[in-house]
T-cell receptor, first 121, second 109 residues
Framework: GAVVSQHPSRVICKSGTSVKIECRSL??????MFWYRQFPKKSLMLMAT?????????EQGVEKDKFLINHASLTLSTLTVTSAHPEDSSFYIC?????????????????FGPGTRLTVT | GQSLEQPSEVTAVEGAIVQMNCTYQ??????LSWYQQHDGGAPTFLSY????GLEETGRFSSFLSRSDSYGYLLLQELQMKDSASYFC??????????FGPGTRLSVLP
């Protein structure tokens, strides 16, 4: 099946610093990737949709200047948390749509990366 | 917009059958997906219903009724490893997924 990786799996940083999280599709090309945030025992909250070669689409309430998304290639999207604060501590997960066969839209299935646990001290 | 509702917790014993419900309100509906997530792990895809009826995959079955805006995930022959959170999700037209709040399943010996 499709594999999505994330790096790093865990990161601890100090307030005011920036952290970059990478999301890679390993065995397929992903024109669209999604970034989610998840608090303990809560559901996944979509932050933004990352499109290869164009600007990301952010959900309402998500600061685009704070959460920078770059989808530079068909296999890599990055999320940079700038000037991180303790309230940014969370579990960040990316996912990718699996490209379907010609003419078939497999929108119902996404493959998720293993997630990145960010702790800001 | 879209919203999905799920019970927060369900407890069952090994070997039993458990049903986890999902109701939705949506301005556009394409189908219902189900995902499993163990603590600290990534969600994994379980099943998808585009049409009314039951879809079966091994011990897992998923059901959809569009007229009732309702679906459920059925797990049979419960095992300890099935303890996890289960999310229903609905694709947002042309865009992304909206996830339900999740049901935390605890399987007791």
């Amino acid at each position: 099946g499709a594999v999505v990786s994330q790096h790093p799996s865990r990161v601890i940083c100090k307030s005011g610093t920036s952290v970059k999280i990478e999301c890679r599709s390993l065995d397929f090309q992903a024109t669209t990737m999604f970034w989610y945030r998840q608090f303990p025992k809560k559901s996944l909250m979509l932050m933004a949709t990352s499109n290869e070669g164009s600007k990301a689409t952010y959900e309402q309430g998500v600061e685009k200047d704070k959460f920078l998304i770059n989808h530079a290639s068909l296999t890599l999207s990055t999320l940079t948390v700038t000037s991180a604060h303790p309230e940014d501590s969370s579990f960040y997960i990316c996912s990718a749509r699996v490209p379907g066969l010609a003419g078939v839209n497999l929108d119902y299935e996404q493959y998720f990366g293993p997630g990145t646990r960010l702790t800001v001290t | 917009g879209q919203s999905l509702e799920q019970p927060s917790e369900v407890t069952a014993v090994e070997g039993a059958i458990v049903q986890m419900n999902c109701t939705y309100q949506t301005s556009g509906f394409y189908g219902l997906s189900w995902y499993q997530q163990h603590d600290g792990g990534a969600p994994t895809f379980l099943s998808y219903n585009a049409l009314d009826g039951l879809e079966e995959t091994g011990r897992f079955s998923s059901f959809l009724s569009r007229s009732d805006s309702y679906g459920y995930l059925l797990l049979q022959e419960l095992q300890m490893k099935d303890s996890a959170s289960y999310f229903c999700a609905a694709p947002h037209p042309g865009q992304n997924f909206v996830f339900g709040p999740g049901t935390r399943l605890s399987v007791l010996p």
